[in-house]
């Protein structure tokens, strides 16, 4: 099959990447260099990394694109560890608790990090203070979408259809307090709009009820309901993020659709005890920089309809800040809780 990209394109992409690789090239050489003799021999076993979701779910998708080039960078194996349960605290909770001599790592997102506060106000850990950010992996929309029988196919005709018809269009979510939950509060909120909310429990089930028709629309995380909205089993309306998706390039935003300011992207990323030594997160933060630089995995992910973000652990830490702060005045106004 012949690109459709034009060699310029290319030739600028492939000079980015390769600009990419030597800047996190020289951070991991200075990283190194910096490393105190006591750190020197780390990794010393194969590092655990707990994913607080099931397998084949996006957060394992996700980690299991990241350990193999992790590590074969750092010549030592990075096992998952799926660990579902408790909205993601089950997971979240044993890395609090792991040693922290940089061996345990874990998978956090907007849920675990920043939702849950909000709606869970007995977490058994404080994130802030017991959780230490290492890097931001990604970030990613959600696509809205509807039946193909339902009589709307743009944003717009939704919100008209829904003002016209308060509180009978319902919309499905894998969860309450997902994102694709909030995401649905936010656009009713920002449209002054009542659509009512149906929860399963999980995205399978959510998906099968929409393609079944028994309900009309939800937001998704876009790599998984690509492959519905790809089949035509779904009409996809818009992305929630602020710019349009590589992989929907003809889909617009919800915010250039009449929803200005609408704005949803879900982040991830690799978190470790508290107390895991600077040289530990700065070797992992660079390590993990680095693999995201790397051509498999870059290209396994922006497929999947991410955005690549990488930085440093400050950075990572003031999107979990924002992030916690935004939803939490959601959840507020919505009185979003989980059952």
Do not use: C
């Not at 707990?50 to 990241?66: F, H, K, M």
């Not at 992989?247 to 982040?267: C, K, N, Q, R, Y």
């Amino acid at each position: 099959m012949i690109s459709q990209h034009p060699p310029r394109w290319r030739n600028a992409r492939a000079r980015r990447i390769a600009f990419l690789a030597h800047v996190f090239g020289m951070t991991l050489a200075a990283v190194y260099s910096s490393i105190p003799p006591a750190f020197a021999a780390y990794p010393e076993r194969p590092i655990r990394y707990i994913v607080p979701s099931s397998p084949g779910s996006g957060p394992d998708i996700v980690a299991r694109i990241l350990a193999p080039e992790l590590s074969r960078q750092m010549g030592q194996q990075f096992v998952v560890d799926n660990r579902p349960g408790g909205s993601g605290t089950i997971g979240i909770d044993m890395v609090v608790r792991a040693v922290p001599d940089g061996h345990t790592i874990g998978y956090g997102n907007i849920l675990t990090l920043a939702i849950n506060r909000s709606v869970l106000p007995k977490l058994p850990y404080d994130a802030d203070r017991d959780l230490h950010p290492i890097v931001q992996y990604a970030s990613v929309p959600n696509l809205l979408a509807v039946t193909p029988s339902f009589p709307v196919k743009s944003v717009r005709e939704l919100i008209d259809y829904a003002k016209k018809n308060p509180g009978k269009i319902n919309y499905a979510s894998g969860g309450n307090a997902s994102s694709p939950h909030l995401s649905g509060e936010l656009f009713k909120f920002m449209t002054d709009t009542d659509i009512v909310h149906v929860p399963y429990k999980g995205f399978v089930l959510a998906v099968t009820d929409l393609t079944q028709e028994r309900v009309q629309t939800m937001f998704a995380t876009l790599s998984v309901i690509e492959p519905f909205v790809k089949a035509g089993k779904l009409w996809g309306l818009a992305v929630t993020s602020l710019k349009r998706s590589r992989i929907f390039p003809e889909l617009p935003t919800v915010a250039e659709s009449g929803v200005p300011g609408f704005e949803v992207v879900a982040g991830n990323g690799a978190i470790a005890p508290a107390k895991v030594p600077q040289a530990i997160v700065a070797r992992l933060n660079a390590e993990i920089n680095k693999a995201l630089a790397s051509a498999p995995v870059r290209e396994k992910l922006v497929g999947l309809g991410y955005e690549i973000v990488g930085g440093t652990p400050e950075q990572f830490a003031a999107f979990i800040s924002k992030e916690t702060a935004k939803w939490a005045a959601v959840v507020k106004r919505a009185s979003v809780k989980i059952d």
